[in-house]
């Protein structure tokens, strides 16, 4: 199996609602379905060769997924060709005209979003060019798109306090902190990307052990401890909900497809 990939953050000025860009071909690979994770961003893919195939979704060329604490089955040819963008979901209003929340668990054509523009862009991004190009075309296109969009700075300073500490950190202490009641927290949440800070905080966790699998390979009850489960048999029911298998049977079946601008955690994860 042949892997060429190119990552990139995206122009400056768009780095508060974009965290970065990923351009992948795999060539070779086994047919067969792939799990994709939970994550902490809302993201967009760009085929650039076959549709893709989302079990019980539909078939698409280009689509968004939303925020979501499950995964989603994606058929996987010999050949694999797109570009991958990954947005900040308090980005997302400034970006798309519509809060993260309105994609919370969906798979979304992208000409749903922003219609006709969107086969141009898979027309441009089609042609031949190098990586860098196609994401000078994806900085072109999202800074005239870019719309003003104002959250509020207790929101915002949540969804770095969770970033921060990986979801290792108790809801009732954010709220006490920004003087909300965690009903008011967990509804702001919601409104906003679509999930819960208490779902964003097992994403996270996830996501940590995640990393920790694919850099380190350390027995998996210390990754558990460290990614902050109670023990290793915890981690293992939260991994059956989030990626759909156990661990072992992900780090077999997944974890040779995983990339890691995938698991990447950028510093540009807020709008300022």
């Known amino acids: 199996?042949?892997?060429?990939?190119?990552?990139?953050?995206?122009?400056?000025?768009?780095?508060?609602y974009i965290s970065h860009y990923a351009g992948f071909r795999i060539m070779g690979a086994s047919l067969g379905i792939t799990r994709t994770l939970p994550s902490r961003h809302v993201t967009l893919m760009i085929g650039l060769g076959t549709p893709f195939i989302i079990e019980n979704k539909g078939t698409f060329t280009s689509f968004l997924c939303g925020m979501a604490d499950g995964p989603n089955y994606v058929h996987r040819g010999k050949i694999i060709e797109g570009v991958h963008i990954f947005l900040n979901p308090l980005g997302v209003y400034a970006l798309l005209g519509l809060p993260a929340s309105a994609f919370a668990g969906q798979v979304v054509n992208l000409s749903d979003i922003i219609g006709s523009s969107a086969h141009e862009l898979h027309d441009r991004l089609q042609e031949d060019l190098p990586w860098s190009s196609r994401f000078g075309i994806l900085d072109n296109m999202f800074i005239r798109i870019l719309k003003e969009a104002s959250l509020s700075n207790e929101l915002i300073w949540s969804w770095k306090k969770l970033l921060k500490s990986s979801g290792n950190i108790r809801i009732?202490?954010?709220?006490?902190e920004i003087g909300w009641s965690r009903r008011h927290l967990t509804e702001k949440f919601i409104?906003?990307?679509g999930i819960s800070p208490k779902t964003l905080a097992r994403i996270l966790r996830f996501e940590n052990a995640c990393a920790l699998i694919k850099a380190r390979?350390?027995?998996?009850?210390?990754?558990?401890?460290?990614?902050?489960?109670y023990d290793q048999p915890h981690m293992t029911r939260e991994w059956q909900a989030l990626a759909g298998c156990p661990p072992m049977t992900w780090i077999h079946e997944e974890l040779p497809f995983i990339q890691d601008y995938e698991?990447?955690?950028?510093?540009?994860e807020r709008p300022t």
């Open 1 to 16: 199996m042949l892997i060429d990939t190119s990552e990139k953050l995206p122009d400056k000025s768009l780095r508060p």
């Open 172 to 176: 009732s202490e954010l709220s006490e």
């Open 191 to 193: 409104n906003e990307i």
């Open 217 to 229: 390979h350390f027995p998996l009850a210390d990754i558990a401890v460290e990614s902050g489960y």
């Open 263 to 268: 698991l990447s955690r950028y510093n540009n």
